[in-house]
């Protein structure tokens, strides 16, 4: 026999139950909605800069010269991007993604804007919407036909589904689309946690799937030779990594690496993390396997609670790429924020120009990738260096950006 009041207690778990999911359905309508306004707000800046470049370029712009809408439209994505924690990437992303929708599936775009689909649906109508031929032949039949599934499938359905239309209503042939998506092949690089990284590729599937099956029989090869214990997924990755380095050959490239270390660890008396150029924090053990290597050493002293550089040596010799380098250690990457373009491969500028009286020392340089380093002298974006060297950018709309903490 049910005790008194089960039915009752039943059906309010039942209520409170539906009610649940009626507000999970409704806060996420209004995420989507959300995400879609903060979309079109990033496309109406851009758009306002290219119609009014003066208010990032400087009063002696105009709309009608190209370049100025140019510096515009970038000096407008470095602000958005500082204001809002986003990589400049990600801010030209959504004002593609705003720009490709409205004009190629306008019907999606209103869903996505009233919260019907999910923002990860949506860059995807708007990526293959992108891929689409621009004689727009193909839009309407595309939208029509993704606009209902967006809004009720899941994201690796839809985008298995999305592509099959895409496929259905193209008019370029397979191979021209394939010589399209070639032009695109790049290597990508992304530090991960505990002193590892991820390498990838993008390639053309007959470079590819050759490249695979390679690498698959020397890892096999190796898995059966007397005493191997590594997996065959860590033959995979010790075999790509000797290959692309040359280790142990001939072909071996040598490579400078910066490591800034603590003095304890170096000496052995702590377990402190190091930081490694162009990665950073990496174990002690590494750190020191790697200064053992070292052709030269230079000393940084920094305060231990803020990291300010209070003094630093100079070799005596060849000041300039001593200073140079001191700089890109200390650096490691593009000083304007939220850039991580390697500082190795930036150039190395001076805060104040040496034809305004800037002199050639450690707090009045810092390096820009050509990108940054062009936005500072041709838009209104402004930078100060403090006397430790660091940075502190300020936008056109009056934006400070707090420097970055220091990589030690």
């Known amino acids: 026999m049910e005790p008194v009041g089960y039915y009752s207690q039943q059906a309010r778990a039942d209520v409170r139950v539906d009610s649940a999911i009626a507000a999970a359905e409704y806060e996420l309508r209004a995420v989507n909605s959300h995400h879609a306004a903060t979309v079109v707000a990033i496309h109406s800046v851009l758009a306002e800069a290219r119609f009014s470049p003066e208010v990032f370029v400087g009063d002696h712009a105009s709309r009608t010269n190209r370049d100025h809408v140019e510096f515009a439209e970038r000096a407008a994505i470095a602000d958005l991007a500082v204001r809002l924690a986003l990589s400049e990437n990600t801010v ?18 209103e869903k996505f804007r009233w919260g019907e689909v999910s923002a990860s649906n949506a860059r995807t109508v708007a990526e293959l919407a992108a891929s689409l031929p621009d004689d727009g032949a193909g839009f309407a039949a595309f939208d029509a036909a993704v606009s209902d599934l967006a809004s009720r499938l899941a994201p690796a359905r839809f985008r298995a589904l999305a592509r099959k239309v895409r496929e259905q209503v193209v008019s370029e042939t397979a191979d021209e689309r394939h010589e399209s998506r070639r032009a695109e092949r790049r290597v990508l690089f992304e530090p991960d946690l505990d002193g590892m990284a991820w390498i990838s590729a993008y390639l053309p599937a007959e470079v590819a799937t050759p490249a695979m099956a390679r690498l698959e029989a020397e890892a096999a090869r190796l898995a059966g030779e007397p005493g191997e214990t590594r997996t065959l997924p860590q033959l995979r990755a010790d075999v790509l990594g000797e290959w692309m380095t ?21 000496l052995g008396h702590s377990d402190q993390p190091a930081s490694l150029d162009g990665y950073g924090p990496i174990d002690a053990e590494t750190a020191r396997a790697l200064a053992g290597e070292a052709s030269s050493i230079y000393r940084l002293l920094t305060d231990p609670v803020t990291g300010a550089i209070l003094d630093i040596d100079e070799p005596a010799k060849y000041i300039p790429a001593g200073l140079r380098r001191m700089r890109q250690v200390i650096d490691q990457t593009c000083t304007f924020p939220g850039c991580g373009k390697r500082a190795v491969n930036c150039d190395l500028d001076h805060t ?57």
């Open 246 to 266: 040359g280790a142990g050959t001939a072909a071996a490239v040598g490579v400078r690496v910066g490591v800034l270390i603590p003095m304890m660890s170096l």
């Open 92 to 109: 030209r992303n959504f004002e593609s993604q705003a720009a490709t929708m409205m004009s190629r599936t306008p019907v999606t775009w």
């Open 352 to 408: 104040i120009d040496r034809q305004f009286g800037g002199r050639t020392t450690f707090t009045n340089l810092s390096h820009l990738c050509r990108n940054h380093h062009r936005d500072k002298h041709m838009t209104r974006w402004k930078v100060t260096q403090d006397a430790a060297g660091r940075i502190e950018w300020t936008s056109p709309t009056g934006h400070v950006a707090a420097p970055d903490p220091p990589p030690f």
